[in-house]
């Protein structure tokens, strides 16, 4: 059993800039990195939007280099999954984390960075094209396919602000919504019905992604007729939701009714006392690299401020 001021489970730019933070306040952070180190933009290539790299950077190597930064101020990196917490309602007592080692780690303050997952179809073409012209983020990877055609699958809120980001970059934009509607709210579907430059199918789903090292197209079906047809596209863009890791907090934390944990207000405060949260765990809408950190920072910030009150 070891004893910390300050636990952050998770190691993507929210649990690194927490680090930092709770680091150069001088509590002496343990970090546990879980099962992705680096999180979601170690899947990523080229990250052309995080501020202070003109020349872009690729998302493995800004990774290490905020653990560097966090490293560098005294936080202590561990690669390890937290399975499991058990946390007090009390006011100033412990919370619990097990590790996957065997390790229990009690800690007065924890803060929680274990992100979100981006869900794909699971076609083995898909996989095997991860990073060859499917991606989870438009945001993110829409830029490298200006002026050519993609694809986007999905009909919720994040689906059409994708295509709609995407119709203003690339020449064509095909969505394909498995229904005969949209789940997006009206204003969104009104936003994706008036850019001339997509191409709104309904019924359609992803029979093949088409292609052996890059996406070069896809083999579609409507689901009502069984119609199979060919479409050429550089770039496929999965919008189709994103699962926050939050099971080991169920029954601990609240949740919303799709598993982000809340938080109070404008802060990073959970319902339990000396407990935060940061990054896309709380955040289905913003979910940028930038913005999680942004509340990384907040949640160190909060622990220090209660830390202090003990
Ligand atoms: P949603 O769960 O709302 O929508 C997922 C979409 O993907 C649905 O259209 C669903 O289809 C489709 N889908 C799911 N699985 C598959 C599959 N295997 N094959 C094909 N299609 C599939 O997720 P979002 O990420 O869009 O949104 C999450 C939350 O965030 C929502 O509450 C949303 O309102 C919010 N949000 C708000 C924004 C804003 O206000 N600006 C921006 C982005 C998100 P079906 O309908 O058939 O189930």
Not at 263 to 277: D, E, M, Q, R, Y
Request: proline letters at 3%; glycine letters at 10%; aromatic letters at 6%.
């Amino acid at each position: 059993m070891e004893k910390v001021k300050t636990l952050i489970i998770g190691s993507g730019p929210a649990g690194y800039t927490a680090a930092i933070y709770a680091a150069r306040a001088d509590l002496k952070p343990l970090l546990y990195t879980g099962m992705e180190p680096g999180g979601q933009l170690t899947t990523t290539t080229e990250v052309d939007n995080f501020p202070g790299y003109p020349d872009g950077v690729d998302g493995p190597t800004m990774m290490v280099e905020l653990q560097k930064q966090a490293e560098r101020f005294g936080t202590e990196v561990r690669i390890g999954h937290v399975k499991r917490v058990e946390f007090s309602e009390e006011v100033g007592e412990v919370h619990k984390a097990f590790v996957d080692d065997g390790t229990e780690i009690h800690a007065q303050s924890i803060i929680i960075s274990t992100g979100a997952t981006a869900k794909y179809l699971g076609l083995p073409s898909e996989q095997k094209l991860r990073g060859g012209g499917v991606s989870a983020c438009a945001v993110c990877d829409g830029f490298f396919y200006k002026g050519q055609e993609v694809a986007i699958v999905g009909g919720g809120d994040t689906a059409a602000e994708e295509a709609t980001y995407l119709a203003n970059i690339c020449s064509k934009v095909t969505m394909l919504v498995r229904k005969d509607k949209m789940r997006a709210s009206k204003a969104m579907q009104h936003r994706v019905t008036n850019m001339p430059n997509i191409d709104l199918r309904y019924n359609q789903e992803i029979d093949e992604v088409l292609g052996s090292h890059v996406v070069e197209g896809l083999r579609i079906f409507n689901n009502q007729t069984g119609d199979k047809e060919e479409i050429n596209i550089t770039g496929l863009f999965i919008a189709i939701g994103h699962k926050p890791n939050t099971e080991i907090f169920n029954d601990q934390l609240e949740m919303d009714d799709d598993g982000y944990l809340i938080t109070k207000g404008k802060s990073t405060k959970t319902n339990i006392p000396g407990v935060f949260a940061s990054g896309d765990v709380q955040d289905k809408e913003y979910r940028q690299a930038v913005t999680a950190a942004g509340t990384g920072c907040m949640a160190a910030l909060d622990a220090e401020r209660y830390l202090n009150t003990l």
